[in-house]
C-alpha cells in the first residue's frame, strides 16, 4: 500500500528486492519506473522519497551488491592468509557460492553496470579490478613461491588474464545454478576452486 492513503509503504530493501527481481527479467533498460512502482504498490512519489531517480536506484543496487562480494572475498582470503593454495581456495569458494546464493542480484550487477551514470560507474569498475587484484595477488605470490605455474604461450604468461578467466568462469554460475539441482552450491564453489587450482598450475 502506498504512503497517500496512510498506510506503510515498503522500506528501501523491499523496493531493491522488487527491483532486482525486474531488472533480472526484463533488463534495466527495458524496465521502466511505472514497473518498479507496481511491484512495490507505490505512487511514484513515494518511491522518489526513497530513490530521486532510476539511476539512482540502480546505482545502489549494484553498489550493496558489490560491497558485500568484495568483503566477502577479502574475508575468505583472510582466513587463509600465508597459504597461496589455500588463500586462492577461499577466494573461488566464496566468490562463487555468493554468486549461487545471489543469483538475481549477480546478473543485474555484472549485465548492468556498464548502464551507471560516470561517477557511480567508477566506483564500481574500482570495486571489480580490486577484486582481481586481489586474485592476481594470490596468482602472483603463488608464482614467486614456487607453488602455481601459470599457463604461459611462447614463454609468456600473464596473472591478470588467468585471474579473468577464473573470474568468468564463477560469474557466469548466476546464469545456471538452481538451488535443488544435482549439485549444491558448496560442491559447484569446491568444484570451482579445484579448477581454479588447475588452471594455476597448482
Not at 523491499?14 to 512502482?37: D, T
Request: hydrophobic share 45%.
Amino acid at each position: 500500500m502506498n504512503e497517500e492513503a496512510g498506510e506503510r509503504s515498503p522500506s528501501s530493501e523491499a523496493i531493491q528486492a522488487a527491483a532486482f527481481e525486474l531488472f533480472a527479467r526484463r533488463g534495466y533498460l527495458a524496465a521502466s519506473v511505472r514497473e518498479v512502482m507496481q511491484a512495490c504498490g507505490l505512487t511514484q512519489g513515494a518511491l522518489y522519497n526513497h530513490f530521486p531517480s532510476k539511476d539512482q536506484l540502480l546505482a545502489t543496487l549494484i553498489r550493496t551488491t558489490q560491497d558485500g562480494l568484495e568483503a566477502e572475498c577479502a574475508a575468505a582470503v583472510a582466513t587463509a592468509a600465508g597459504d597461496t593454495r589455500a588463500e586462492l581456495c577461499a577466494f573461488v569458494e566464496a566468490f562463487t557460492v555468493r554468486h549461487c546464493k545471489r543469483r538475481t542480484e549477480a546478473l543485474v550487477a555484472n549485465r548492468d553496470f556498464e548502464w551507471l551514470k560516470p561517477a557511480s560507474l567508477q566506483e564500481i569498475v574500482a570495486s571489480r579490478r580490486r577484486i582481481r587484484d586481489m586474485l592476481v595477488d594470490i596468482l602472483q605470490r603463488g608464482v614467486a613461491a614456487e607453488v602455481f605455474r601459470l599457463p604461459a604461450i611462447a614463454g609468456r604468461s600473464d596473472a591478470r588474464l588467468v585471474a579473468m578467466a577464473i573470474l568468468n568462469q564463477s560469474i557466469h554460475v548466476s546464469s545456471w545454478f538452481k538451488p535443488g539441482g544435482l549439485w549444491n552450491e558448496r560442491e559447484v564453489a569446491a568444484l570451482h576452486a579445484e579448477m581454479a587450482l588447475r588452471i594455476a598450475g597448482g
